[in-house]
């Protein structure tokens, strides 16, 4: 998928949350292989996840790939922040961007310009 363009969202989330797509890569995955990805940044609001926890809103990036093997959608949480914090999630995302990047080239040179300018509108 090309790196610029928003994928299908196979996330399901309810009418309350708010949903941003931060950009794509090739995602190197545990095994050392490299996973075409896409992450978003999710603010999730209302009912909380576990009973006994607190309704203010949470925050999770989630980075979402294509299983090879069954075509379909693989979602990990990579991160979580407490409250609203769609900002923070973006750029603390964005810095998982860069560092994949980095890594796959081998530079060390940032690219989290690139990716804000494909991103960002």
Not at 3 to 14: D, F, M, T, W
Not at 34 to 48: K, T
Request: aromatic residues 6%.
């Amino acid at each position: 998928m090309p790196e610029g363009s928003e994928p299908y969202l196979p996330l399901i989330v309810g009418s309350d949350n708010q949903v941003l797509f931060v950009g794509n890569c090739a995602w190197k995955s545990r095994f050392g292989r490299a996973e075409p990805s896409s992450l978003y940044v999710v603010v999730h609001r209302g009912r909380p996840p576990r009973p006994g926890l607190s309704p203010e809103p949470w925050t999770h990036i989630y980075r979402v790939a294509q299983d090879p093997s069954s075509r379909r959608a693989l979602v990990y949480l990579e991160a979580t922040l407490e409250g609203a914090c769609v900002d923070k999630g973006r750029d603390k995302a964005l810095r998982m961007l860069d560092d994949q990047m980095r890594h796959q080239r081998g530079d060390g040179l940032s690219s989290v310009a690139q990716v804000l300018s494909r991103t960002a509108a």
